[in-house]
């Protein structure tokens, strides 16, 4: 089983940053494919920005704005969110992806981080 540790998460101010990072632990070699997801409050989860083996891929709301990052030797995945919006407030999520689509994930859904983006 593969575990999955997200945190970095926090109260910050509009057009503020964070870097969440996410920790996977277990049976897991690699995390050159994983990604984030986001569950805003009263909202499904979506996805977020992904590296599936360093093909990077963004949701258009964080384009420009977020950049992923993964660290093989530590096994830990980070998001850089700048110019942050009060749209992108919820809870963050890691995980890897499914028959290679992030509509399915693979493993158990970590505690998630917060963030909340104050106007």
């Known amino acids: 089983q593969v575990q999955l540790v997200e945190s970095g998460g926090g109260l910050v101010q509009a057009g503020g940053s964070l870097r969440l990072s996410c920790t996977a632990s277990?049976?897991?070699?690699?995390?050159?494919?994983m990604g984030w997801f986001l569950q805003a409050p009263g909202k499904q989860r979506e996805f977020v920005a992904g590296?599936?083996?360093?093909?990077?891929t963004y949701a258009d709301s964080v384009k420009g704005r977020f950049t992923i990052s993964t660290d093989n030797a530590k096994k830990t995945v980070y998001l850089q969110m700048n110019n942050l919006k009060p749209e992108d407030t919820g809870v963050y999520y890691c995980?890897?992806?499914?028959?290679?689509?992030?509509?399915?994930?693979?493993?158990?859904w970590g505690q998630g981080t917060w963030v909340t983006v104050s106007s």
């Open positions: 590296s599936m083996s360093g093909d990077i």
């Open positions: 277990g049976k897991i070699s690699s995390v050159d494919t």
């Open positions: 995980n890897q992806p499914s028959y290679g689509s992030w509509s399915w994930v693979r493993h158990h």
